[in-house]
């Protein structure tokens, strides 16, 4: 079995590096398809979620070439349809952003229903809504959605979102690039991701205005043109060194971030005691002696992301006294609340509300990682716990993170990996290609 092994008790110390922002590459690569030219892309985080996404592309035709780890090269200029591949699209949550490339860029798309983590029921209704809007037929049978657009190309639309949506604000904002016409997206997700997608889109000849805002409005273009593009700082992995040096009680420089995207993040990190000294492209993080109680409700951006959630979950096990937790997105994002359980922790979760009776001392047992940043959580509660952790499901962890136990380790942690060859081989064969 696929593990990590973690022998408690480490404090971290020293400086990490943060990686490209997962949630902006994974649109960046599809949206790389709507271009006739070369894409040079720096900063392109070492997952397996953008592995996953370069194959796909490569089986449409795509020509991906790495410059260096975290630089590559699309050249989409010849690709042509074809039914995107099933098993890979299975896989990730963002392989919805095809639908949106392959409309804008064919006129058509066949895609299965996005994989990816598990939090409850995660619908795609307002994607469909806007391709609709925008002009296209679109289906969904089988678990495989059919998408076309009914003059072969999109025309502008104004979209209306019925709920704030990251992916369907991204998704319309790619199909809508080489639409006819002007596009208005209102109710519009305002992540940093969002921004960055805006800005590769324009530096390659789109015409997007007002990401970042409520209302974007893109006004169809004929064609893009090959360019470069350099990806944003990842907040969530920037975020989760953040709890990391907290819970252990270290000190660790977090640099290549842009303190801004940290804002949510580092005002709940301070309530909790956490002193946090910002620099122009990097945060000090110096964890407490003692951690105090807070209440965090997850919302869209600018609000407390629920993508750390979880990980904030660990650290209020710490803390003296009673914290609350309120999910703000997700039905079903607690189920690491059980895993926590198993190594001490006392929280009573009922629907989106968890109630975390802190001041506990945490034992290593063996666990799960039920999604990614679940399993980022429990690697910080192995570190904070006494004894050794046992974490298996450790492919969540490694769609997400690059080069994450190797990170921790440089500064100060335990952790030793234990790849089973014959479990992970497929799942690895993505992260080394
Ligand atoms: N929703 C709908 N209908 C839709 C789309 C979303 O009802 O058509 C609901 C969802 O079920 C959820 C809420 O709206 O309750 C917000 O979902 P959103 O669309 O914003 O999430 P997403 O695009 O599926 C992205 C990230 C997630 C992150 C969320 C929220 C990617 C690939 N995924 O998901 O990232 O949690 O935004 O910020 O960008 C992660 O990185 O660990 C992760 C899960």
Excluded at 29 to 52: F, H, M, W, Y
Excluded at 63 to 85: F, G, H, N
Excluded at 141 to 161: E, P, T
Excluded at 233 to 257: C, F, R
């Amino acid at each position: 079995m696929d593990q990590y092994i973690i022998r408690g008790g480490a404090t971290l110390h020293g400086e990490v590096e943060i990686s490209g922002a997962k949630n902006a590459a994974v649109a960046i690569i599809p949206a790389a398809l709507l271009v006739k030219g070369v894409c040079r892309i720096e900063n392109i985080p070492q997952i397996s979620d953008t592995d996953t996404l370069l194959t796909i592309l490569t089986q449409l035709g795509a020509r991906v070439s790495y410059l260096s780890k975290s630089t590559i090269e699309i050249d989409c200029t010849d690709t042509r349809y074809q039914d995107a591949p099933y098993d890979l699209m299975r896989k990730i949550r963002a392989s919805y952003y095809l639908i949106g490339s392959m409309l804008g860029r064919f006129g058509s798309a066949k895609t299965t229903m996005p994989g990816g983590c598990n939090f409850g029921v995660r619908p795609i209704d307002q994607h469909i809504k806007g391709m609709r809007a925008l002009g296209a037929e679109i289906s969904v049978k089988n678990g495989f959605v059919y998408a076309d657009a009914i003059d072969g190309r999109l025309h502008g639309a104004r979209v209306y979102l019925d709920k704030v949506s990251v992916g369907a604000t991204m998704n319309i904002m790619i199909a809508a690039v080489l639409a006819e016409g002007r596009t208005i997206i209102e109710n519009a997700a305002r992540e940093p991701h969002i921004v960055d997608l805006a800005n590769f889109l324009n530096s390659m000849g789109a015409d997007v205005r007002g990401a970042g805002t409520d209302t974007i409005k893109i006004n169809g273009v004929e064609e893009l043109h090959g360019g470069t593009y350099t990806i944003i700082p990842d907040q969530i992995e920037a975020g989760t060194y953040m709890v990391a040096a907290a819970a252990t009680g270290g000190e660790v420089l977090i640099k290549n971030i842009i303190p801004k995207h940290m804002e949510g993040i580092s005002a709940k990190l301070r309530e909790t005691g956490t002193v946090i000294e910002e620099f122009e492209e990097a945060l000090l993080v110096k964890g407490p002696t003692s951690l105090r109680r807070i209440n965090l409700k997850t919302m869209p951006y600018p609000g407390f992301p629920t993508d750390m959630q979880p990980q904030f979950g660990v650290l209020l096990c710490l803390a003296n006294g009673t914290s609350v937790i309120t999910e703000g997105i997700y039905d079903n994002r607690f189920k690491y609340v059980n895993e926590l359980r198993k190594m001490g922790a006392e929280i009573q979760v009922d629907g989106r509300v968890a109630v975390i009776d802190g001041g506990r001392r945490l034992t290593g047992a063996p666990v799960h990682a039920c999604d990614l940043r679940a399993g980022a959580a429990m690697v910080i509660a192995g570190m904070v716990a006494s004894g050794v952790t046992e974490i298996d499901d450790i492919h969540f962890i490694e769609r997400g993170y690059e080069r994450f136990v190797e990170k921790l380790n440089a500064l100060g942690a335990d952790i030793q990996v234990h790849y089973d060859e014959e479990e992970s081989a497929s799942a690895r064969a993505f992260s080394i290609s």
